[in-house]
């Protein structure tokens, strides 16, 4: 019987320069191979050699390409993969030199964004961000190209795009482009609705596999996609999430971000980030349990900055405390709280401590509401935090205290009924 998954034999290649501190090395290498897993990748070997500077020409040294030949050939492996995107001369050049496919971690997470992606608009910003990669590479790419569509780094526009002419694909970029263009129009058109019934929007941000689509699921009682990998979420998904006052509110799952993410790799997942931009607030999953959380935390406040939403209000969620790192200590310097996403006790807190961050954005009211208006007490339980209501039965009158986000249209039909 055979097996559902081929995994493909790997060798990855690391070169540390003086720019890179041994730790900050080995977790980026560790990073790596947790990429190639997830690509479906076995790795065999890891091959890591330190210099002044990378090879202009082959990336490591001379001795060391013959090694990893003589490597290669020993292990039987059908893929090399660099931890730093290459320059088109230095696949070519590797390719000559090692006779076997040659990709790097741009083009690694490229393919893993291919096997993710689910909508139409994912699947068209891989697309696009593969091509925009490829089309300074074609040159001496001849025999790696009649293998795509097999292989980790060779998912996604296929083989006939990349086996025509420069010329081809320019024209399937702007095509693409023009679609991509249709589908923003349409977000946003539903991000005006929204904006328009102005609910309060939270965001889920955080290094990739953070547990984001877990907390996200449980919150909002939603069904996005949780793996413990890499990217298992691409698409961005939003779905309601009610505080425990009552209070409506949406919630988004975005895509994890990673260090030294390409700038293609940022415009693959833009309708993410576009999510994140029109967010009310913020929660920054850290996944505790990672020996690495400090660099991965400074690595999305550093991205978050790149995409200046930094104004936007955050909440730091320490995630997974039940299997924190013994080195752990919290850095954040916004609000925080720890959680772990399966207990139900560390979720109600999570959201109480939403629903305290939102209060401090809204304004305080307290009127008195006739027991006919109906339908202007039931937006006050959805769309404010209502903190006390009480019935007078002598006046027939509602006296409700609470708060309410400042430019929401419910003040102007609140005035009339204001206890002075």
């Known amino acids: 019987m055979e097996k559902n998954t081929q995994y493909e034999k790997v060798i990855l290649v690391g070169c540390q320069t003086p720019a890179d501190d041994d730790l900050r090395f080995q977790y980026s290498m560790e990073e790596l191979e947790s990429l ?77 964004f291919a096997q993710r992606a689910r909508s139409k608009e994912g699947k068209l910003q891989v697309e696009l961000a593969q091509l925009q990669y490829l089309l300074p590479r074609l040159g001496g790419q001849g025999t790696s190209l009649s293998r795509l569509g097999a292989g980790i780094g ?14 081809h694909i320019r024209r399937r970029i702007d095509d693409i482009k023009s679609q991509l263009e249709v589908v923003v129009q349409h977000r946003e058109r539903y991000r005006e609705r929204r904006k328009k019934n102005k609910a309060f929007q939270v ?58 993410l390409p700038t293609a790799l940022i415009a693959a997942f833009r309708s993410t980030l576009e999510e994140v931009r029109e967010a009310d607030l913020l929660l920054h999953v ?101 903190r006390e209501l009480s019935f007078q039965e002598d006046k027939e009158l509602y006296s409700c205290k609470g708060y309410a986000l400042r430019d929401h249209q419910i003040f102007g039909q609140l005035n009339k009924y204001t206890d002075r």
């Not at 069904?223 to 988004?252: C, N, V, Y």
């Open 154 to 167: 060779t998912r996604g526009p296929g083989e006939t795009q990349l086996e025509t002419d420069r010329r």
């Open 203 to 260: 965001a889920l941000v955080g290094y990739t596999n953070a547990g984001k689509s877990t907390l996200f699921n449980r919150l909002a009682e939603a069904d996005s996609f949780e793996e413990d990998q890499l990217f298992a979420t691409l698409d961005p998904m939003t779905r309601k999430l009610i505080l425990p006052s009552g209070f409506l509110s949406l919630l988004t799952d975005t895509v994890g971000f990673i260090q030294d």
């Open 286 to 386: 850290v996944d505790m349990s990672n020996q690495d959380y400090f660099s991965h935390e400074k690595t999305v406040n550093k991205l978050l900055t790149d995409l200046d939403v930094q104004q936007i209000p955050q909440i730091t969620v320490y995630n997974k405390r039940d299997e924190k790192h013994p080195d752990f200590v919290p850095t954040a310097n916004t609000e925080a709280i720890f959680t772990n996403a399966f207990d139900e006790g560390d979720r109600l807190n999570l959201k109480r401590k939403i629903e305290e961050t939102l209060i401090k954005m809204m304004d305080p009211y307290h009127v008195k509401i006739p027991s006919t208006e109906g339908k202007l007490l039931s937006q006050l339980k959805n769309e404010t935090i209502l």
């Open 36 to 112: 190639t897993k997830t690509a479906k990748g076995e790795v065999k070997s890891a091959i890591i050699q330190k210099r002044a500077r990378i090879h202009p020409s082959t990336y490591i040294g001379k001795g060391k390409v013959e090694e990893i030949h003589a490597l290669k050939e020993e292990l039987e492996v059908g893929l090399i993969i660099f931890n730093d995107e290459l320059s088109p001369s230095q696949i070519r050049n590797l390719s000559a030199s090692l006779e076997v496919r040659i990709i790097d971690r741009t083009q690694l997470i490229l393919d893993i």
